[in-house]
């Protein structure tokens, strides 16, 4: 099948990479042709240290290259049976850029987009067969993130679904279904990493290396709280979690926080501005946390039941099955463990009294506990 990529940025070069390497035709097209250029080189670096490294062939980096043809034109997409969109998040681009697509392709070729945080249904809106509308959701770096979220939406067909997934799925990925909504899996299940850490920090009771240090030594995690948003920057941690507030009729689970919008506007966006919640300025140590265990056990209690509270819901909520948002969570962001799993295995009963104590001090609806979890206890 040949497969058509629009947008040659960081996930359109990622996605296209990974299309060429399981050997199909693909075409890339971009309206800048600088981008284009970039991502061709950039491709040409990779794979060249797989190569270096053993990882592939010479022949098969000349096959993988021979298989991407880069173009500023629409209309290449001729003979595709997949396009997947990869350009700006913004609703009306995207309306116009679909209406271009469904006139560049046949009939049957599936139109999916790559977006983070808008709604396929209205990306599909543009389409005047909308059934073929399907979101395909991977995770930067594309060619080394396992996981990748599908979405169908309310026009989605059977058919298009099946294929979609198939398709992914021969790619060696691990594919998620869920439904239609903000955030879908990943980036709604995640919000109470940052936002619980957020307000614990806000609050007064820990300190951001303390934080990290119960998340990390006592549960586990990869990265702290901290850590990971200035990774992921500051900017764009804010503008997921604002989205996805407002996106969920400002429910106040996914409530943003004050010091990361003040972190963000003061140009304190993390690794890339060389400060964040920390210093990455050069010979900057790292502040000592507060290796309290009592208090560090208590910050990742707190955490783990918020995080576990939301995936229950997504599965209440028929977001996405149990299984799904467990691979999603342990695939997409690296988590320990999947939250059901682990619910499970502390006891749901324990997670659901955790969550009432808060609930019953605070008096928020932040920390209702989700029916699920309580049907569950019981
Ligand atoms: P980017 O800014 O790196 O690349 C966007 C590319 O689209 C640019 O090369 C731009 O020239 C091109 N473009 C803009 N308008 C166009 C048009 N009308 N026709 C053709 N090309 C056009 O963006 P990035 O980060 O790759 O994101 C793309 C999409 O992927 C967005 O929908 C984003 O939400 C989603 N996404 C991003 C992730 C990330 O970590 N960056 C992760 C998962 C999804």
Request: charged share 25%.
């Amino acid at each position: 099948m040949k497969i058509g990529v629009l947008g040659a940025g960081t996930m359109g070069s990622g996605i296209a990479q990974v299309a060429a390497q399981n050997g199909h035709e693909t075409i890339l097209v971009d309206v800048n042709q600088e981008m284009l250029n970039k991502a061709e080189s950039a491709l040409d670096k990779i794979l060249n240290r797989l190569v270096e490294k053993e990882k592939i062939s010479e022949d098969d980096k000349i096959n993988i290259q021979g298989r991407i043809s880069y173009t500023t034109d629409l209309t290449d997409f001729k003979g595709c049976g997949l396009v997947i969109e990869a350009i700006v998040e913004k609703i009306e681009v995207k309306h116009d850029v679909f209406k271009k697509l469904e006139s560049a392709v046949g009939e049957n070729c599936i139109l999916a987009s790559n977006t983070s945080s808008l709604s396929i249904a209205s990306i599909g809106s543009a389409l005047k067969k909308s059934d073929r509308i399907i979101g395909i959701h991977f995770f930067n770096p594309a060619p080394l993130m396992p996981l990748v979220e599908i979405i169908p939406s309310v026009q989605t067909s059977q058919e298009t679904l099946e294929t979609a997934k198939n398709l992914i799925d021969s790619w060696g990925k691990t594919t998620v279904v869920c439904k239609d909504t903000p955030g879908f899996i990943v980036n709604r299940g995640a919000r109470p990493f940052y936002g619980e850490a957020l307000r614990i920090y806000e609050e007064g009771i820990a300190d951001f290396a303390t934080i990290d240090w119960a998340m990390t030594e006592i549960g586990g995690f990869k990265m702290g709280p901290f850590t990971l948003m200035d990774y992921i920057g500051n900017d764009v941690n804010y503008a997921v979690t604002e989205s996805v507030f407002a996106a969920f009729y400002y429910d106040p689970r996914f409530k943003p926080s004050f010091t990361q919008k003040r972190h963000s506007e003061a140009g304190f966006l993390g690794r890339k501005s060389g400060r964040g919640y920390y210093s990455y300025a050069e010979g900057a140590s790292m502040p000592e946390p507060n290796k309290d265990m009592k208090l560090g056990q208590m910050i990742f209690d707190r955490i783990l039941a918020m995080l576990i509270n939301e995936a229950y819901d997504a599965v209440h909520m028929q977001v996405a099955s149990a299984e799904d948002v467990d691979k999603a969570m342990t695939k997409g962001v690296n988590y320990p463990k999947g939250l059901l799993a682990w619910a499970k295995e502390i006891g749901e009963k324990e997670i659901l009294n955790r969550l009432e104590i808060l609930f019953e001090e605070y008096g928020e609806d932040r920390y209702r506990p989700c029916v699920l979890l309580k049907r569950m206890a019981k």
